[in-house]
């Protein structure tokens, strides 16, 4: 049975002191060649900080997904920019249950769209909002990235799923 409860985006995820903190790591993180994933146009990585970020947010998880033993099973950072930037319609696999889309930062906005119940709803997230939807079950997209030759946009995505799915390592995640 598909879940089709709509998309929230909630604001101040993080407390002013957590968030700057993070935002201040990701806008001087070093970009590696390595990092960087072409088919998203974007440099994605994960560290000892993005599992530090994903227990912070964790509660924020449990309460509005209505799931008191949902655990954090994949997160990343990704640095979108650039001509080849994109996010194209997908369901995420896996233990990607439950997802928390956060935007770190951006000099031009990227709205996430989601179809909910067929119908295409647009998102625009600001700094420190994050979009809480079903990955597994609601079909998510951007469309055509904004001012390719300027923009830089950070956003942080933190997957969760229920104990007994953990087994199950996530393939496909965006």
């Keep these: ?16 002191e957590d968030f700057k903190k993070l935002k201040d ?39 509005v997904f209505n799931s008191d ?5 994949y997160s990343l950072f990704a640095h979108y920019e650039g001509e080849e930037a994109n996010l194209w319609k997908h369901v995420d696999d896996n233990a990607c249950t439950y997802s928390i889309d956060i935007c770190v930062f951006q000099k031009t906005g ?24 079903y990955g597994n079950d ?3 997209w951007r469309e055509d990235f904004p001012e390719p ?13 229920e104990p007994d799915s953990i087994n199950v390592a996530p393939s496909v995640c965006p």
């Excluded at 990092?35 to 309460?63: H, N």
């Excluded at 033993?69 to 099973?73: F, N, Q, R, V």
């Excluded at 996430?112 to 067929?118: A, K």
């Excluded at 030759?149 to 799923?161: G, K, M, P, T, V």
């Design 149 to 161: 030759e300027s923009n830089l946009i950070c956003n942080a995505f933190f997957f969760f799923c």
């Design 110 to 133: 990227w709205d996430v769209w989601v179809e909910v119940n067929g119908e295409n709803r647009s998102y625009m997230l600001k700094e420190n909002e994050g979009l809480f939807m």
């Design 1 to 16: 049975m598909k879940i089709v409860k709509d998309p929230l985006i909630l604001d101040k995820l993080f407390n002013d």
């Design 25 to 63: 790591y990701l806008y001087n993180k070093e970009k590696s060649p390595n990092s960087y994933d072409k088919g998203f146009g974007r440099y994605a990585f994960s560290d000892s900080i993005v599992d530090e970020y994903a227990q912070k947010i964790t509660p924020f998880a449990r309460e």
């Design 138 to 140: 609601q079909l998510h």
């Design 69 to 73: 033993a949902l655990i954090p099973s």
